[in-house]
T-cell receptor, first 110, second 116 residues
Framework: GQQVMQIPQYQHVQEGEDFTTYCNSS?????IQWYKQRPGGHPVFLIQ?????EVKKQKRLTFQFGEAKKNSSLHITATQTTDVGTYFC??????????FGAGTILRVKS | DAGITQSPRHKVTETGTPVTLRCHQT?????MYWYRQDPGHGLRLIHY???????DKGEVSDGYSVSRSKTEDFLLTLESATSSQTSVYFC???????????????FGPGTRLTVL
């Protein structure tokens, strides 16, 4: 089955600094989804990317899908304490299944 | 939040005992999933269902069984719990995709299971 590698595993930033997490696959992905999980909470869907080279923005969050559809990134500009949590990428497989990356834990110092 | 509940929310049990976790949805979504979450592993699919009485194995299905006798309920059973099954278990639902890509999954609040 598919595997997605996500880096870094953990990042601790000062409030106001930027943050980026990367998701990589050895195979071409049909699409990729991003989820956020707050501490003690459950994963919540953020966005889905489908097209090669696609870029989508949600306020301070920018999502990119690589030209070869083998990698993706999530960039947060000027982090806030509300951004803390774990960010997961997930690749879709047949049958409406998802394969999740291991996640990047973001901590923000105020 | 989507109408998904999980019960129990917390459970402590002993090795060798059977355990059943329940996921209940009020969204009438076709697909239901059981994941386990462990540090450093993200979310790993245990079993999923694509309709009533239609289920299939996921990545980490050994030691688990599932049943779905009606649209709204998806049960996960640990026939004989082991300490390696100590984890947080999440149920998720999704609907049939009608466009490009796949529909997002909505997650329940999770069940924290400890096997002593």
């Amino acid at each position: 089955g598919q595997q997605v590698m996500q880096i870094p595993q953990y990042q601790h930033v000062q409030e106001g600094e930027d943050f980026t997490t990367y998701c990589n696959s050895s195979t071409t992905l049909s699409n990729i989804q991003w989820y956020k999980q707050r501490p003690g909470g459950h994963p919540v869907f953020l966005i889905q990317l489908v097209k090669s080279g696609e870029v989508k923005k949600q306020k301070r969050l920018t999502f990119q899908f690589g030209e070869a559809k083998k990698n993706s990134s999530l960039h947060i500009t000027a982090t806030q304490t509300t951004d803390v949590g774990t960010y997961f990428c997930a690749a879709t497989e047949y049958g409406n299944k998802l394969v999740f990356g291991a996640g990047t834990i973001l901590r923000v110092k105020s | 939040d989507a109408g998904i509940t999980q019960s129990p929310r917390h459970k402590v049990t002993e090795t060798g005992t059977p355990v059943t976790l329940r996921c209940h949805q009020t969204e009438n979504h076709r697909y239901m999933y059981w994941y386990r979450q462990d540090p450093g592993h993200g979310l790993r699919l245990i079993h999923y269902s694509y309709g009533v009485k239609d289920t299939d194995k996921g990545e980490v299905s050994d030691g688990y069984s599932v049943s779905r006798s009606k649209t709204e309920d998806f049960l996960l059973t640990l026939e004989s719990a082991t300490s390696s099954q100590t984890s947080v278990y999440f149920c998720a639902i999704s609907e049939v995709s009608r466009g490009q890509g796949y529909n997002e999954q909505f997650f329940g609040p999770g069940t924290r299971l400890t096997v002593l």
